[in-house]
Antibody
Framework: EVQLVESGGGLVQPGGSLRLSCAASGFTFSTYDMHWVRQGKGKGLEWVSGISTTGDTFYLGSVKGRFTTSRENAKNSLYLQMNSLRAEDTAVYYC?????????WGQGTLVTVSS | QSVLTQPPSASGTPGQRVTISCSGSSSNIGSNYVYWYQQLPGTAPKLLIYSNNQRPSGVPDRFSGSKSGTSASLAISGLRSEDEADYYCATWDDSLSGWVFGGGTKLTVL
């Protein structure tokens, strides 16, 4: 059974940093692109970042230079390092498996940026 | 302001057919596949349609997708109460070099 489990969310002050993790199981992690998608409270979905099987990364314009996505295939894990956090980054962050659409999603982890 | 435009709401009665539109441009829908996601209240999104009109296994054939030019549509026939959810379209945008979503459509089953 495919499972994606996010962790690392929490409360952080503006300008602070947080590292999210996504633990994958039930499939060959190294052969899939992976993505981060976020959703503010009562808001729509917003793609944040993606990483290919070869490690190429892509980012939403507003997070470029602040967020870094990486993967560790040996640990079946996806990461999102978030620096210089802003109030507008407050959201539930989901990791999702790529391919023909994002066919599996985690349950999400809440990031709150507030003083 | 989302790159893709969806109506904020749609509604129908049980058994009816409803369609949800998604409008974009030549740099996104016009040149890439469209995907549709269903998000039930309090849950993670679920892939409903991929590559414009393909259904993942397990998705009922009541759900169908289509694309024409720079617009796409999701049709739901034989509407059921459990279809009440938010629906999002998504695609790659060549100009932005990133994935973009529509603002979402809240479907109410009356």
């Amino acid at each position: 059974e495919v499972q994606l489990v996010e962790s690392g969310g929490g409360l952080v002050q503006p300008g602070g940093s947080l590292r999210l993790s996504c633990a994958a199981s039930g499939f060959t992690f190294s052969t899939y692109d992976m993505h981060w998608v976020r959703q503010g409270k009562g808001k729509g979905l917003e793609w944040v970042s993606g990483i290919s099987t070869t490690g190429d990364t892509f980012y939403l314009g507003s997070v470029k230079g602040r967020f870094t996505t990486s993967r560790e295939n040996a640990k079946n894990s996806l990461y999102l390092q978030m620096n210089s956090l802003r109030a507008e980054d407050t959201a539930v962050y989901y990791c999702a498996r790529g391919g023909d659409g994002w066919d599996y999603w985690g349950q999400g982890t809440l990031v709150t940026v507030s003083s | 302001q989302s790159v893709l435009t969806q109506p904020p709401s749609a509604s129908g009665t049980p058994g009816q057919r409803v369609t949800i539109s998604c409008s974009g441009s030549s740099s996104n829908i016009g040149s890439n596949y469209v995907y549709w996601y269903q998000q039930l209240p309090g849950t993670a999104p679920k892939l409903l349609i991929y590559s414009n009109n393909q259904r993942p296994s397990g998705v009922p054939d009541r759900f169908s997708g289509s694309k024409s030019g720079t617009s796409a549509s999701l049709a739901i026939s034989g509407l059921r109460s459990e279809d009440e959810a938010d629906y999002y379209c998504a695609t790659w945008d060549d100009s932005l070099s990133g994935w973009v979503f529509g603002g979402g459509t809240k479907l109410t089953v009356l």
